[in-house]
């Protein structure tokens, strides 16, 4: 079976959500705030396999782990409020930041296409031949010029008699 024919199969089955709770009775209400705000998540990718969500109360905590997996990918998060739903909120908040970090990490890795530029663009005629000889007899003197000025016979400056 071609990796397409798996996608196209898989991409027709939903997600499993999971929502347990540690410490505490889970009710139907936080279980449908639970399921209904990782369903938000969905717009960020199409590849979730598969959802836990874990509620505890420790002391006066309200803690709720959030596990997902899209692809090969997995994510987590953790919230720690006083009131359960306000923990729910923070770490789906936490989830869709990593998603949309991941999600940019790997678009950054393809190729961008290139974009068309409007540009201006200077159109210069070419010298003709005669003006080309004449440039290059220019270059020439003023190379020759430069040699003997620095290569060239010294001058005499001064004489001067010393005592032997």
Known sequence: MSN????????????????TGRNVLVTE???TYAVEKVGKIERFSDR???????????KVDHC???KM????????????????????DQAVKKIERQLVRYKGRMQDHHA????????????????SDMELDEINDAIEDETIQTRE??????EVVTQTSLPL
């Open 48 to 58: 979730i396999i598969d959802v836990v969500v874990t509620m505890d109360i420790q």
């Open 29 to 31: 209400a936080m279980k």
């Open 4 to 19: 397409k024919s798996k996608a196209a199969a898989f991409a027709g089955e939903g997600y499993e959500i999971h929502v």
């Open 69 to 88: 997996k899209v692809g090969n990918f997995h994510v987590k998060s953790h919230a720690r409020t006083e009131d359960m739903y306000a923990s729910i």
């Open 149 to 154: 000025r620095e290569f060239g016979i010294h």
């Open 64 to 66: 709720v782990d959030l």
């Open 112 to 127: 961008r296409p290139l974009e068309s530029v409007d540009m201006e663009v200077n159109v210069l005629r070419a010298p």
